[in-house]
């Protein structure tokens, strides 16, 4: 990778952590790589996820990223749509299921806790309906 889409990956990652949405529709237009993470590993879309974002999270996905990239940051580690449903971001679960994230993927390479694991965990019930409604099923040993 060149220093300039380092650059550009550095800043989409910094203006989604902001959620500044205009900032990062021109760093896409600029040519800013929605899939690349940053030096850590980090996704924009993780980041966007995690952070309830539905708006850049929709420009993340329209750009190209893909749904259910795993992230590998320091503390930002796993799928967006698990990032979402932890936290009850219903309005991002939707956007994310409607980009095609599989609802059964589980985190650290399909090791891990589902997104729906982590919505009943948090006693997020709409995420957790939104999440059954796309088909999903608890991890074995989850209990809802």
Known sequence: MNQRQRKLSRRLV???????????????????????????????????????????????????????????GIGSEGTPLCAAACWGHTTTVRELLAHGADPNLREDHDTGRSP??????????????????????PSHGATT
């Not at 910094?14 to 993470?37: Q, S």
């Open 14 to 72: 910094a203006a989604t952590v902001v959620g500044d949405a205009h900032h990062v529709k021109a760093l896409l237009r600029a040519g800013a790589d929605p899939e690349r993470g940053d030096s850590e590993g980090t996704t924009p879309l993780y980041v966007a996820a995690a952070n309830g974002e539905a708006e850049i999270t929709r420009l993340l996905l329209v750009a190209g990223a893909s749904a259910d990239t795993e992230s590998r």
């Open 116 to 137: 729906l694991d982590w919505a009943i965990e948090g006693l997020h019930q709409e995420a957790t309906a939104l999440l059954t409604a796309a088909g999903a099923t």
